[in-house]
């Protein structure tokens, strides 16, 4: 074999071995770049998940709470108002069984059992109705909803302009509670801190589509900031939408009022 | 060296032909990938043991290559099919294996011959469904990933030694050079059968039932 010959051979062969090299470095580099690629896609969906979970645990803690205080609150509401009074009926009662008692006191005091024990009745009528409105039950959302609007208005602490169109089981019971619920808290919450003159409902009812929307003038809150600073009846509010598988959209800023919409489709519903 | 090579060629022959009989161990209860993946290694064992035969034997054997391609490429595609579960690569492997046809009806001395054509296009299509399998595991757990590197690098770094084939015969190289080249794509095949060995150790052993 010429020696100019042996050395093209071998040329060739050293490209093939070159290209193959190449091919390889290249084909490590394509392996390599899959494995980092799968390690940070992996651990963005760990801390995903993560998060999703932190935000659950928050959710249930809160739910807990606010189960809790709702508990003091019938607490307090049976002793204040049903307990204390059936104590003064008792003790009337004892004092009719005593033997020297003139027909005039006995009088006295059959009318004193009788007005308590009316204002015991009424309580415990109120207290049943704040738990689970039976207008909500018997009557529907409409019913219920337009029943809480007037007991507010009758407040006369502020202006409120509502109008409500709600056909008769469109949404499932457990969302009509929900929604029920969540104007509730929207109102308590207007009541208790927002110091607003005039407040605004509507709830919606179009193709497929309940939507709810509630105004109010009062103070408002940072809407950014609100996540984190989230009072238990906000994120309770956010829960139920959750629940029911609703948009949810507020719009706050100091000064401002509040501005929430939450609409939802009854196809969403199992 | 050449020694060396040969003992390296004997030992790859003995490692295809041991692999699907651990893959076997496995096979009643695993996955329908899982079993055409140990079909692929029994036929890459019987076309090397068919290889080693004729080798000694002395009898001319780059028929066998147009098996071991052509037979490669359909059970991978079938291996992968049920990986990607795409409808679209049964009609892919059709396709190639109608082009394949075609190539033969029309020049029959090609099945004697080294079809370079042949290998690039049926080596280039599983180095694609195993990017796409890449790709589809990047954001799930599954299993033969590590099968799927050592497909995708050996069927890479194979591609253009097999496409070579023809030019290297032309050249009428010494017997050293050869097997030199040929060592160079037995020691890609070993990676490949080690990662093979690994996945099976790793994802298919079998495992004493924990109470």
Redesign the interface.
């Known amino acids: 074999m010429q020696p100019a010959l042996l050395s093209e051979?071998?040329q060739?062969?050293d490209i093939?071995?070159i290209?193959?090299g190449l091919?390889?470095l290249?084909?490590?580099a394509?392996?390599l770049f899959?494995y980092f690629?799968?390690k940070k896609?992996?651990k963005t969906?760990l801390e995903k998940a993560a998060l999703e979970i932190e935000y659950q645990k928050e959710l249930l803690q809160n739910t807990i709470i606010t189960q809790e205080e709702e508990r003091k609150r019938i607490a307090q509401d049976l002793h204040d108002a049903i307990s204390s009074k059936l104590n003064v009926v008792s003790l009337n009662a004892n004092l009719l069984s005593e033997k020297d008692i003139t027909a005039e006191e006995a009088q006295k005091i059959g009318n004193s059992i009788h007005k308590v024990t009316a204002t015991v009745l009424e309580n415990s009528r109120r207290i049943a109705h704040d738990l689970l409105p039976p207008t909500l039950e018997k009557f529907g959302l409409q019913a219920a909803m337009e029943e809480l609007c007037e007991e507010v208005d009758e407040t006369q602490q502020f202006q409120l302009e509502y109008s409500i169109h709600y056909p008769e089981k469109y949404l499932s019971e457990a969302s009509e509670l929900h929604l029920f619920r969540i104007v509730q808290e929207l109102f308590s919450n207007t009541i208790k801190h927002a110091g607003a003159t005039h407040i605004k409902v509507i709830l919606n009812t179009q193709e497929n589509l309940v939507s709810l929307r509630y105004v109010d003038n009062g103070k408002g809150f940072d809407s950014s900031l609100a996540r984190k600073a989230k009072g238990l009846g906000m994120s309770g509010i956010e829960h139920r939408t959750q629940l029911i598988e609703a948009e949810y959209v507020l719009q706050s800023s100091p000064g401002n009022g509040i501005d929430v919409t939450i609409t939802c489709h009854p196809q969403h519903e199992n | 060296m050449l020694d060396f090579v040969e003992y390296f060629n004997n030992f790859l022959v003995l490692a295809s032909v041991l692999l699907p009989c651990i893959y076997f161990i496995s096979f009643a209860k695993s996955s329908r990938a899982y079993k055409v993946f140990t079909l692929y290694l029994l036929f890459i064992a019987i076309i090397q043991g068919t290889l080693f035969y004729l080798n000694a034997q002395k009898i001319h054997n780059l028929f066998m290559f147009q098996f071991y391609f052509i037979g490669q490429f359909v059970f991978l595609s079938l291996f992968y099919f049920e990986l990607l579960k795409k409808k679209w690569v049964p009609i892919v492997l059709f396709l190639v294996l109608g082009v394949l046809a075609l190539q033969y009806v029309f020049d029959p001395s090609s099945f004697l011959a080294y079809n370079t054509m042949g290998v690039i296009l049926t080596q280039s299509v599983v180095v694609v469904y195993s990017?796409l399998y890449?790709y589809k595991?990047?954001?799930q757990k599954g299993s033969f990933l590590i099968v799927n590197?050592g497909i995708?690098?050996y069927l890479?770094?194979s591609?253009?030694?097999f496409s070579?084939g023809n030019?290297?015969l032309k050249?009428n190289?010494s017997l050293e050079?050869m097997r030199?080249?040929g060592f160079?794509n037995d020691f890609?095949y070993f990676v490949f059968i080690i990662l093979i060995v690994v996945e099976w150790y790793r994802n298919f052993r079998p495992t004493p039932l924990k109470v």
């Open positions: 051979e071998n060739v062969v093939i071995l290209s193959i091919l390889v290249m084909s490590l394509i392996v899959f690629s799968r896609i992996i969906q | 990017m890449f595991m990047l954001s590197n995708f690098l890479m770094a591609v253009l030694f070579s030019l290297l050249l190289l050079t030199l080249i160079v890609f």
